[in-house]
């Protein structure tokens, strides 16, 4: 799935310049015949490590369970448990 992941992100980029001139140009029948993955809301955020989908935090990239497991280990920089 992460393979899958990163090839979606490729074709986007690969597509970026034609879908934004096709579509300011209001050509949407041409827009229908790119490819499906060529379109940036197919991409999902996806944990760097595991590939898990849900629960995705985006200023670490990673998913809430690794993250707590890295945290918890001292992996994190500038990360501590709460206390009070």
């Known amino acids: 799935m992460k393979a899958r ?3 979606r992100s490729k074709t986007v980029a690969k597509y ?3 879908r ?3 579509k300011e ?3 949407y029948e041409a827009l229908q015949k790119l490819p499906k993955n060529a379109s940036p809301i197919r991409q ?3 944990c760097k490590l595991t ?3 849900r629960g995705y935090m985006r200023t670490f990239g ?3 369970v690794t993250f707590r497991e890295m945290a918890n ?3 994190i920089p500038g990360v501590t448990k709460a206390s009070w």
Request: proline share 4%.
């Open 20 to 22: 934004k001139a096709l």
């Open 44 to 46: 999902h955020n996806r």
């Open 25 to 27: 140009a209001g050509d």
């Open 51 to 53: 590939g898990r989908p």
């Open 5 to 7: 992941e990163v090839k």
């Open 62 to 64: 990673l998913s809430r």
């Open 73 to 75: 280990q001292g992996l």
């Open 16 to 18: 970026a310049a034609k």
